[in-house]
């Protein structure tokens, strides 16, 4: 499994990538997830992937090798955040149109998904997220963040912490504790964990860390955060058990046939 | 959607369910899907369900069915929680015999799940939790709960602050919180919340509510707790960006072809 996250807010730009990938629980290994395409000075374009491995390092060489031929659109001569997202949504269909066929013969499966993030001179930092079929949403205001892979148990932190005032600094840290609580319940995602901060209008990625298994400030994170939570746990107004309860009155009881 | 809880502990066990139902975004109603069947000084037993409405319904049509029936095996003839999830297994089995083929002609989902917990007199409390297939697995004192439906927001909670050894009272908190995170990321997941915590050995339910939407409870924990994580958040180091980073020595780049 894969966890990545990209939080955009006014100030800025984070993006987070574990690198633990598996074929099965007797197959794991670590993998790069999050790859940087920045020009400094002109673009910051930050990618992540989750999903079918081979399927994704497919997208992610041949946009390397688009990078290298002068005569192809690439990530580099496109002019907006948007097209880049048109442009990965195309490469993307081509590499499924050429190999889904081929893994569903033995039921293999092809889905993937792609975080793109970044800002182009005289544009707007924006996030993308990019679905196997290659159309794309964009991370608006209202919910400031985009996940793809694992993205349950690292979500409640996002939803309570996280608006599009932010400052990157705390969305950086918050990126963060949604990772802890991703490994803590579910261990095929895992460290090494890639982690970018980007100053809108900078053009250029100052903050980037790699933090791997036992990193000690990984393990400060989540002795702190259990202190803190146990400590709010115990201050939790006690559940009063003697209160009138009723039947509730929107309630109907078998009568239908619905999905629960 | 459905979610549901049950907690195991030295000192009881805690159940809860939510009651939202939905065929669609646009077909939204309340069922109850938390069923008592207790014995008061014999046995306690208590059922929660999750998935397609029409089987989780008829299993617990016929479980009653078969209560009204003196020459049948039934909830209070079995001897041992065991022996009841066995029996729970066989009525799963025998209904989704019957129904699932016709389900699956139209593509509808015949899978669900279900909490057992409880106590026969002269054993210990035990908790179950039943598959679709009738197979089922008993919580251990190591991970002391299980959960059905959708699981993950409200797990970390869970993950962060249960022991074997909580007190049945904070258990119950616990699942309210977890509840509430689970309604804050999935609005599919609401009220009413049914909860029962019941003590060991005492064979009688003596405390169980049913909190509605809006609930002046509900509503102080959100708060609450939100005000709590917030200021945890705030009081979390910050990241340190100047420390050294070097690339991940256990990882590799582009060699392999896995899921990722």
Not at 82 to 98: E, F, H, M, T, W
Not at 187 to 212: C, K, N, W
Not at 242 to 255: H, M, V, Y
């Amino acid at each position: 499994m894969t966890y990545c996250l990209g939080i955009i807010s006014a100030h800025g730009l984070v993006m987070a990538a574990d690198s633990r990938t598996n074929a099965g629980v007797d197959y794991i290994s670590a993998y790069r997830k999050m790859f940087d395409f920045s020009v400094p000075g002109d673009r910051t374009i930050v990618l992540c992937t989750s999903g079918n491995l081979s399927i994704t390092q497919s997208v992610i060489l041949s946009v390397e090798q688009d990078l290298g031929s002068l005569d192809v659109d690439n990530l580099h001569s496109h002019r907006s955040m948007y097209d880049i997202a048109c442009y990965l949504g195309q490469k993307l269909r081509s590499i499924q149109a050429r190999e889904r066929e081929w893994l569903e013969k033995d039921r293999i499966d092809s889905s993937c998904n792609i975080l793109l993030g970044g800002q182009v001179r005289g544009q707007q930092t924006e996030l993308y997220m990019l679905y196997r079929q290659g159309n794309f949403i964009k991370a608006m205001p209202e919910t400031p963040f985009l996940q793809i892979g694992e993205i349950k148990y690292g979500r409640p932190i996002l939803d309570r912490t996280l608006t599009f005032k932010t400052s990157i600094e705390d969305a950086a840290k918050c990126a963060l504790l949604s990772f802890d609580s991703t490994m803590k319940s579910n261990v095929s995602v895992g460290p090494p964990i890639d982690l970018v901060m980007y100053h809108a209008d900078s053009f250029e990625i100052r903050h980037q860390l790699t933090f791997h298994q036992g990193d000690p400030y990984l393990l400060q994170v989540r002795r702190e955060w259990e202190s803190f939570l146990k400590t709010a746990f115990d201050r939790m107004p006690p559940i009063d058990w003697d209160r009138n309860t009723d039947i509730a009155p929107d309630r109907t009881e078998f009568s239908g046939f619905l999905d629960g």
